[in-house]
Every structure is written in structure tokens, then in C-alpha cells.
T-cell receptor, first 113, second 113 residues
Framework: KNQVEQSPQSLIILEGKNCTLQ??????????LRWYKQDTGRGPVSLTI???SENTKSNGRYTATLDADTKQSSLHITASQLSDSASYIC????????????WGAGTKLIIKP | SQTIHQWPATLVQPVGSPLSLECTVE??????LYWYRQAAGRGLQLLFY??????ISSEVPQNLSASRPQDRQFILSSKKLLLSDSGFYLC????????????FGSGTQLSVL
């Protein structure tokens, strides 16, 4: 069964600190992996998208990594800011099923001043 | 630039009542349109998608239906709401290859009591 699991469920860190969020997936055949940021009460916004051949991609202070062999991805946030408080969702696209997206439940990140 | 309008932002409805949620798109034409539902602590679930006027694909059999009467209008409906219909409903769009670059609206939080 195609699944995306994220850890931790929630995380609290102090402003200015770094953090890493984890994503494990069992989706096959794999097409691409995305990370979205979702502010409370808003729709998700795309941060990064990586295909099988890419093992790292950055978007400002956000850096995503992908290990297609172990089916793991991580999202690293550097020098966190209060505006980084949000849910971060890992999404994997399957090459069959019309490239449908399998969504993780997200990690809720809270940045404290 | 493209914009998705969803209203209302919050809705409280009794069990057994009807539902109509509207999604209107501006700044683009011929989009693929999607309805997603996000339950608390769960990943996004695709409900319906449409590649054109009158063309609706249903992903989850349930008491919800969708219609696309105009190119930039997508409507989600129910004749009788269930408690399990509670959730955060998101309209999204993209162009060309489905699920390629989803752009989300701000969502409607529906509580069925």
C-alpha cells in the first residue's frame, strides 16, 4: 500500500535554531517527492520538488534531501524564524495511478521567541 | 496572477443539511480543478478533479458530488451532510499534466454537528 509517514508529529524549537523533519515513504513506482508548507487555516504552498535523480534541493533557508534507495526524505530549516511556524507536509507522486499524490499527515512546527 | 476564491472560510452545518461550496478561479483559463479534504491529523484526500467543463472524476465514493458549470467555477455539493463530512475543504488548480504544480485556495473549514 502506498503510504507516506512523517516524524515527528509536532516540534517546538526556539527562534534562530535549526531543525530537521523526516519523511519515509513506501510509494512505488516513484515519480517525485514534494515538500509543502501549510499555515494554519490556509492552503499548502509548494517548497521543493525532487525527482528520482535529485538528492538535494534548496529554497532559501529550506533544504530538502532525498534518498531514493532507502525511500527517505528530510527537510532542514536553517536559522528558524517565527514565520516558519506551520505544518510541513511531505507528498509523493506515484508514476502509476495517473501520478496521483500521496500526502503525509504533516509535522506541526512551532517556533518560540 | 492566478487567484482561487473559496467561500465561506468557516461553515457550521447540522447533520442532514445540504451543502454547497463554491470555488472560483481568476487570472487563468482552462485549469485542471481539484477538491481536496483534510481531516484533523490526516493527509489531504482527493475528492474530485476536473479537466474541463462538465468533466468530473470522483476518487472517493461518498455522499458528495461536484460540478463544473463554467471553466473557472467548481462546486462541491451534498444533499445530506454526515458527521464524517467535517473537515477542511481545499480547492486547487494546475495546468497540463495533472498534479504537476498544484496551487491551492485558502480553504473552507466545515464543521458538521
Amino acid at each position: 500500500k502506498n503510504q507516506v509517514e512523517q516524524s515527528p508529529q509536532s516540534l517546538i524549537i526556539l527562534e534562530g535554531k535549526n531543525c530537521t523533519l523526516q519523511c519515509n515513504y513506501t510509494v512505488s513506482p516513484f515519480s517525485n517527492l514534494r515538500w509543502y508548507k501549510q499555515d494554519t487555516g490556509r492552503g499548502p504552498v509548494s517548497l521543493t520538488i525532487m525527482t528520482f535523480s535529485e538528492n538535494t534541493k534548496s529554497n532559501g533557508r529550506y533544504t530538502a534531501t532525498l534518498d531514493a534507495d532507502t525511500k527517505q526524505s528530510s527537510l532542514h530549516i536553517t536559522a528558524s524564524q517565527l514565520s516558519d511556524s506551520a505544518s510541513y507536509i511531505c507528498v509523493v507522486s506515484a508514476r502509476d495511478s495517473n501520478y496521483q499524490l500521496i500526502w503525509g499527515a504533516g509535522t506541526k512546527l512551532i517556533i518560540k521567541p | 496572477s492566478q487567484t482561487i476564491h473559496q467561500w465561506p472560510a468557516t461553515l457550521v452545518q447540522p447533520v442532514g443539511s445540504p451543502l454547497s461550496l463554491e470555488c472560483t478561479v481568476e487570472g487563468t483559463s482552462n485549469p485542471n480543478l481539484y477538491w481536496y479534504r483534510q481531516a484533523a491529523g490526516r493527509g489531504l484526500q482527493l475528492l474530485f478533479y476536473s479537466v474541463g467543463i462538465g468533466q468530473i472524476s470522483s476518487e472517493v465514493p461518498q455522499n458528495l458530488s461536484a460540478s463544473r458549470p463554467q471553466d473557472r467555477q467548481f462546486i462541491l455539493s451534498s444533499k445530506k451532510l454526515l458527521l464524517s463530512d467535517s473537515g477542511f475543504y481545499l480547492c486547487a488548480l494546475d495546468h497540463g499534466q495533472p498534479y504537476e504544480k498544484l496551487f491551492f485556495g485558502s480553504g473552507t473549514q466545515l464543521s458538521v454537528l
